[in-house]
């Protein structure tokens, strides 16, 4: 199994590298140039670029020369490197209509909402990461039809290094790289199609170890692996590794082989809905619907973990969703989100992690200036009914204290009717009511969803709003015919 690079460690091995990088990338630049010349028999005219680990921004300027008329963002989890890409002359005066926007944020949690970009390409950063995290993310954050081309390294490289200290001490001293294969395997899994690997073999020759080691740390790729051994390695154990490595001199020079993988492919039309998508997807049908009936609806969403950049701010992707929803402009998402966390994890743990604690207070006194200034409101939860926010405070507090009736959103899947029965019983016991449910479509292989859409009628004795019928790319408008609001505004129906 492939332990992966521990990611504070490697950021700091960057951060000190920044200085040198550009001189000592020799060969990253080279496979750089390679990557770069995949994109020439492919047509694509995106509008959007992420360069994710684009580190001292070396192919901010030819994506952009490529592209002029997509603006090109650039990512890395490095603020060093990040600097050292704002500091390169201003190429996008001569080529793109506007410069590229450079982020600070981690390859497996990209700052971008979903399908946002058209293109995303990565130059030697996957090997950073858990491959698997790292396309489901960027098939996250790619449209459908959008593509991905990456490098990394394959298991070959630096074999010659892996084995003359594993003829010394049992220690991870090397990175593990992933083989080409499962990469594409891993492709597959996250929702992309048609994937293309290479793989060439590149060999740099070095005078000596001492300078296989200075170039791997100016280059940030010293030994992150959270097994590492800490501490300097004696004299005595550095010259038996320096003297197995010799066995590979040849023609005066120590061989350092660097296994290349290249891959592409492209960004395949979802076959369910994310359990995310399904409730935004059924507020934002909701706050349609009633707004179609003439009502002023303005969408809220107390407490979201998961923020994305937006217009040079960050914003939880479902409160823009929301805000747009309702004809309001998005630059309002504060106002409507009253506690927004970065990760997109459990609240309170997202929480706990940036030294935050939630509270009631600041939740009821956007929903009290939000009330004042509309005729109906659509909240929008977080993760569930009932999801802890802190020690002592929950979604259903929350719920209790605005006390507005509940809309139940149940995605129709295998399971579906004891997830409903359960939630239905506890909004009772909490005091609040079950004002009516929506059905939503988001497995379209569901055995016996009429059925089971049936069932639920029968016993959760409140009126079904409407079927959302399952759509990989759904919009919200088309979705509201959907759904008959009459219940909510207390009239019967024909």
């Not at 492919?42 to 192919?59: F, N, Q, W």
Request: with cysteine; glycine share 8%.
């Amino acid at each position: 199994m492939t332990a992966f690079p521990d990611k504070r460690a490697a950021r700091r091995a960057f951060d000190r590298a920044a200085p040198s990088y550009d001189e000592a990338g020799l060969l990253q630049r080279e496979i750089g140039a390679r990557l770069l010349e995949h994109l020439d028999p492919i047509r694509i005219e995106p509008r959007r670029i992420l360069d994710v680990g684009c580190g001292t921004g070396a192919h901010l300027e030819p994506l952009g020369h490529r592209y002029p008329d997509a603006h090109v963002i650039g990512i890395d989890f490095s603020a060093a490197m990040l600097a050292r890409a704002r500091a390169r002359a201003p190429w996008w005066r001569r080529f793109a209509r506007r410069g590229p926007l450079l982020v600070r944020a981690d390859a497996e949690r990209l700052p971008v909402a979903s399908s946002a970009a058209d293109f995303a390409f990565s130059n030697l950063a996957l090997h950073w990461c858990d491959p698997q995290a790292f396309f489901s993310e960027a098939s996250r954050a790619l449209s459908v039809g959008g593509l991905l081309l990456f490098s990394t390294f394959g298991p070959d490289t630096l074999k010659e290094l892996r084995g003359a200290f594993g003829a010394v001490d049992e220690a991870p001293h090397v990175h593990g790289f992933i083989d080409m294969h499962d990469l594409g395997d891993a492709l597959v899994h996250a929702g992309f199609v048609e994937p293309v690997m290479e793989m060439e073999t590149l060999t740099v020759e070095y005078a000596d170890l001492a300078a296989i080691a200075r170039d791997l740390r100016l280059t940030g790729g010293a030994n992150a692996l959270a097994s590492r051994r800490h501490g300097l390695m004696t004299p005595a154990r550095w010259k038996r590794v320096a003297e197995r490595y010799e066995s590979h001199r040849r023609d005066g020079a120590l061989p350092a082989t660097c296994e290349v993988v290249y891959g592409h492919a492209w960004k395949a039309a979802p076959q369910k809905l994310a359990d995310g998508r399904q409730k935004t997807l059924a507020a934002c049908a909701l706050i349609h619907a009633l707004a179609d009936r003439g009502l002023d609806v303005m969408p809220m969403k107390p407490v979201a973990a998961g923020a994305v950049m937006h217009d040079g701010g960050w914003a939880n992707e479902d409160t823009i969703a929301l805000l747009r929803a309702a004809g309001r402009d998005a630059a309002r998402a504060s106002d409507v989100n009253p506690v927004l966390l970065r990760e997109p994890m459990a609240p309170h743990i997202a929480a706990a992690r940036e030294k935050r604690t939630i509270t009631l207070e600041p939740i009821v006194e956007a929903f009290e200036r939000l009330r004042a200034a509309s005729q109906f409101i659509v909240v929008e939860g977080v993760g569930g009914f009932r999801v802890p926010l802190s020690e002592s405070l929950d979604t259903v507090d929350v719920a209790r204290r605005i006390g507005l009736p509940v809309v139940l959103v149940m995605g129709l899947r295998l399971g579906c009717l004891n997830h409903a029965l359960l939630t239905a019983d506890a909004i009772r016991a909490s005091g609040l009511p079950l004002a009516a449910w929506i059905a939503n479509g988001i497995d379209p292989e569901m055995a016996v969803a009429d059925e089971n859409v049936e069932a639920l009628r029968e016993r959760l004795g409140a009126p079904l709003l409407g079927r959302l019928p399952f759509d990989p790319n759904p919009v919200a408008p088309a979705m509201a015919r959907y759904l008959d609001v009459s219940p909510l505004l207390g009239e019967s129906r024909a």
